[in-house]
């Protein structure tokens, strides 16, 4: 497996604009999480889904963020309008059970690092 | 919440032991404890993972006490391309089950 898979890997976008990440977990896991990192505040849980249904998304900071997973091998992080302030590197990891069961790791793609202008 | 603290950061030299110890002072009684590893411009990456007592693989060695609200990292002999953050994470927070991210402890080995 290629592990997991965010593209882009970096964009660069107007403040005002809509931006879409992009997320392929491995196959065969039921568990997909969106992180955000910037050097203020590290890593962040934005969302999380299990089984393609959202479970907690708490994290999402405000109504310019949603998730979607339309299927078990993709999921998309949309933020519109974009801000500068959202600038930062978003992470997409998923698992193949529950986080904090045994033998249980989360897998990180290589990151989009976003820039709003 | 289970928050965890660590330090801010440390140096070490190359060829030494590296100790990174992690207080989770209310870590619950189902909760394993899990250390990732994040290089620059990369993803965090899984290290190790215990329940109690000593665990041991490849890479590092994980020691927790009997009362759990701590725990250690160790890394034998660490090389220049161990430099990064290590991350002990909480997992639990009230109803559901999440990876929780500190601040990590940034690891700086010089030559």
């Known amino acids: 497996d290629a592990g997991v898979i965010q593209s882009p890997r970096h964009e660069v976008t107007e403040m005002g604009q809509e931006v879409t990440l992009r997320c392929k977990p491995i196959s065969g896991h039921d568990y997909l999480f969106w992180y955000r990192q910037t050097m203020m505040r590290g890593l962040e849980l934005l969302i999380y889904f299990n089984n393609n249904v959202p479970i907690d998304d708490s994290g999402m900071p405000e109504d310019r963020f949603s998730a979607k997973m339309p299927n078990a091998s993709f999921s998309t992080l949309k933020i519109q309008p974009s801000e500068p302030r959202d600038s930062a590197v978003y992470f997409c990891a998923s698992s193949l059970s529950p986080p904090g069961t045994p033998n249980t790791e989360a897998f990180f793609g290589q990151g989009t690092r976003l820039t709003v202008v | ?111």
């Open chain 2, 1 to 111: 919440l289970a928050k965890t603290t660590q330090p801010i950061s440390m140096d070490s030299y190359e060829g030494q032991e590296v100790n990174i110890t992690c207080s989770h002072n209310n870590i619950a009684t189902n909760d394993y404890i899990t250390w990732y590893q994040q290089f620059p411009s990369q993803g965090p990456r899984f290290i190790i993972q215990g329940y109690k007592t000593k665990v041991t693989n490849e890479v590092a060695s994980l020691f927790i006490p009997a009362d759990r609200k701590s725990s250690t990292l160790s890394l034998p002999r660490v090389s220049l391309s161990d430099t990064a953050v290590y991350y002990c994470l909480g997992t639990r927070t009230s109803g559901t089950y999440k990876y929780i991210f500190g601040t990590g402890t940034r690891l700086k080995v010089l030559a």
